[in-house]
């Protein structure tokens, strides 16, 4: 396999922006939700529909529950006259990266990238075994969280985590959150006031799952003098890479996330000395695997978003770590980050960016 | 653009209403298997994947790739899903072109499907309220205005789209994967099959399939080495194009749309074709509907607007005329929607190889690939040539 070593273009995120999420927004639709944020992240920046060469989002049509449901979604942007653009049925960090390769090819010097969920028509758990496979899991209906107790037991089985460090994480990302005036939880009850709630799936407590969100995310991409010139800071993609593991649970480790690993090796994390980390964990077990994954140590600043953990907006909860590490990139408080992204049950697809300052 | 890129390349399925003998995993592996043995590589030569298929409602699988990865040879790569409606299929192939010119993958396997047999695609494309107006039509319905504006504007006769019906069916019967081998159709049995949505007749509508595509493109060392090998010459991809506009919008002509005319104006910039009727020797566009070939000749700028018909009626676009349109049976012979308009890529790169068997033009050259979607308001396009640029 060819490995990629350096990308030809420097290209980096130049603009972000989000709206609080929330458990449920009920008075606006798709079209609705996002088109702020869109419009947002031109302006934030002073930039024209007209400067943007390529637009690619990412959706899913079963959280819409419509079939086609981003061609409705395309009237946010503002498609008129027609412009450039491409849609990936996936967290829209995977749209980044469509709209990166893009670039990289000589097809565009700039992009918007946006990706949306609304997850409260429906009930997300039940929804999300719908992505199972259809022939032997989809029958059985399990749940989304009760796949994720799977793993979360093998992990406590194999000593690899205690439900006191799963509370940890969980409480370190809400007190994180607070900080943050985007996310849906904000602080969280002791560690010990944790443990001692029942348990939803055995053995995941409610503080052990991602919230069930409402929410979108856009960011603007733009290549090196583009990127100069428009912000002051840009926060360049110095590796980008995505990986997926099988789908076949019982034929692969669950303890661990060899395409995270695969795909942070690719993106060269390990090169340089990393500031802050912004991992896409929807569980509290997972964020220690993307953590060993990743190869990170004590001394980085890992999730001070929140995390997932404190908003989950479906598929955008991934470009929004891209967006949350960007963001600080660009306002100057760290030099170096790297942000996953995950798509499917179990951790089975991540991708692995690493964004720098200067 | 970037690195140089070829189809090495192609495989494809028996196209069929039921491909009850497959499971879907097998489904997709049949085409994904025919194209690495074309290109005499192993799943082990593919850096990375793209792959594109319409509404996860129609299999019951919310992104299914994730499920289909180790089948496909996914596994510790990366895997792209691409969907951007009917013309996903173009679209999928053009992310994967994409790809080896920005020298992230030499070697890209790309993929689109559909299994169609597993739920109605009529329902799944008649919006409910409160997502539009409902017209409980289906796509034909959706489109049979826009065609009936058409023969208003172009004064067309009444049995242009019969002619492409006849065309198009007669041409499957040469190309062994089609869905519909229609041995004994005729100008008549079309034009007293029953009318859908007047003016689309039964025979003039396009199949629903189970089927897919897949190709594998490459960078130009690997384009060399794989031409040496198997002796087939690459199709080297002069120009690809994406454009969308929205379903609605105050000015917009659904006829022959701006995003169309824009997306072949840009195609053929890159290919440096600048009189498409005479530098195009074969072309494969997404028909779904008799009618919509002489309204995509015009919108494609291979004739002025309202010659199209004339083009079909002379016989311009039949297997012997001088720009054969549609010689695998097009979309009206098979029509797995989400492959659809890869077959269409696909098969513009199969004339250019020489490989496309009983229905191969003579010393065609250069071929160009269209596909469309939503409210036709998206459009993928690509030329390929036998020639490196």
Redesign the interface.
């Known amino acids: 396999m060819a490995d990629f070593q350096k990308a030809p273009r420097d290209v980096a995120i130049v603009s972000v922006t989000q709206d609080p999420h929330s458990r449920a927004v009920v008075e606006r639709n798709e079209v609705e939700l996002i088109q702020p944020i869109i419009q947002r992240a031109l302006e934030q920046i002073g930039v024209q529909k007209g400067e943007i060469d390529f637009t690619c989002s990412g959706s899913s049509d079963y959280l819409a529950g419509q079939a086609f449901s981003f061609v409705m979604t395309l009237d946010a942007v503002g498609a008129w006259p027609p412009i450039a653009e491409s849609h990936v049925e996936m967290d829209g960090a995977w749209a980044l990266y469509e709209a990166w390769v893009k670039i990289q090819s000589g097809h565009a010097d700039t992009a918007l990238v946006y990706s949306y969920g609304k997850s409260s028509p429906g009930d997300l758990p039940l929804v999300l075994s719908r992505q199972l496979d259809p022939y032997y899991y989809q029958p059985l209906w399990p749940d989304a969280i009760a796949m994720a107790g799977l793993q979360a037991r093998q992990m406590l089985d194999a000593g690899l985590i205690t439900e006191r460090r799963m509370a940890e994480i969980a409480y370190e990302s809400r007190e994180a959150a607070r900080n943050n005036p985007n996310a849906q939880l904000q602080g969280s009850p002791s560690v010990d006031e944790l443990l001692a709630a029942d348990f939803v799936s055995d053995p995941l407590r409610r503080h052990d799952c991602a919230p069930i969100s409402d929410g979108g995310v856009a960011v603007v991409l733009a290549a090196g003098d583009r990127a100069r010139n428009w912000v002051d800071r840009p926060a360049w993609i110095t590796g980008l890479d995505h990986r997926i593991d099988s789908h076949n649970f019982g034929a692969r480790s669950l303890t661990s996330a060899p395409s995270a690993k695969l795909a942070a090796e690719k993106a060269g994390v390990g090169n340089d000395k990393i500031d802050v980390a912004e991992l896409h964990a929807p569980f509290t077990h997972q964020h220690q695997l993307l953590v060993e994954a990743l190869g990170l140590g004590d001394n980085v600043s890992i999730n001070p978003s929140g995390g997932a953990l404190a908003a989950n907006p479906m598929m955008a909860a991934g470009l929004l770590r891209l967006g949350e590490v960007a963001n600080r990139i660009m306002a100057g408080e760290v030099d170096r980050g790297v942000a996953t992204a995950t798509s499917g049950h179990l951790l089975q697809q991540n991708l692995v960016a690493v964004l720098e300052g200067a | ?2 690195n140089r890129v070829a189809v090495i390349g192609i495989g494809q399925t028996k196209h069929a209403a039921v491909r009850g003998d497959v ?2 995993a097998g489904l997709l592996r049949e085409a994904v298997y025919r194209a690495l043995a074309d290109a005499q590589l192993t799943m082990d030569d593919i ?1 990375a994947i793209v792959i594109g298929k ?11 790739e ?5 089948a496909i040879g ?12 009917g013309s996903v299929g173009g ?1 999928t192939a053009i ?1 994967a072109a ?2 080896v ?7 890209v396997l790309t993929i689109a499907w559909e299994q169609q047999s597993c739920s109605e695609a009529m329902w ?2 008649s ?2 309220i ?3 107006q409902q017209l409980v039509a289906g796509a034909g319905g959706y489109f049979a205005p826009f065609i009936r504006e058409y023969m208003r504007r172009s004064n067309a006769p009444d049995d242009i789209g019969i002619l492409v019906a006849l065309k198009d069916r007669l041409n499957a019967l040469k190309n062994p994967y089609a869905h519909l081998h229609e041995p004994d159709i005729t100008y008549d049995t079309v034009k007293d099959s029953f009318m859908l949505w007047e003016p689309i007749r039964y025979s003039e509508t396009c199949p629903s399939s189970d089927g897919a595509i897949a190709m594998v493109l490459a960078g130009e060392a690997a384009a060399e080495a794989s031409a040496a090998a198997t002796g087939t010459p690459p199709a080297w991809i002069l120009g ?8 609605t ?1 105050n000015g ?1 002509d659904q006829v022959s ?3 169309g005319k ?2 072949a104006a840009d195609v053929f910039r890159q290919a440096g074709i600048t009189n498409p009727r005479a530098e195009i020797d074969v072309v494969e566009m997404y028909v779904p509907f008799s009618w919509y070939e002489p309204m995509w000749l015009e919108n494609l700028g291979f004739c002025e607007e309202g010659e199209g018909w004339k083009l079909t009626e002379q016989g311009v676009t039949q297997l012997d005329g001088d720009l054969p349109v549609n010689c695998s049976g097009g979309v009206l012979s098979t029509n797995p929607i989400g492959a659809s308009g890869m077959l269409r890529f696909g098969e513009a790169a199969m004339q250019v190889r020489g490989t496309a068997g009983e229905h191969q033009i003579d010393g065609a050259k250069t071929a160009l690939g269209q596909a469309y979607g ?2 036709a ?2 459009f993928a396009t690509w030329v390929v040539s036998s020639e490196k640029p």
């Open positions: 653009m970037g499971s879907l850096d319409a509404p996860d409602f129609f299999e019951g699988i919310m992104m299914p994730g499920f289909l990865a180790e996914a596994v510790g790569k990366p895997l792209l899903r691409v969907h951007t409606a679209s992310v994409s790809h010119q920005a020298g992230v993958g030499e070697r799944a494309l919006f409910p409160p997502f539009q690809t194009s994406m454009r969308s506009e929205p379903a919008a917009r749309p701006d995003a824009d997306c939503g409210a308001q998206f």
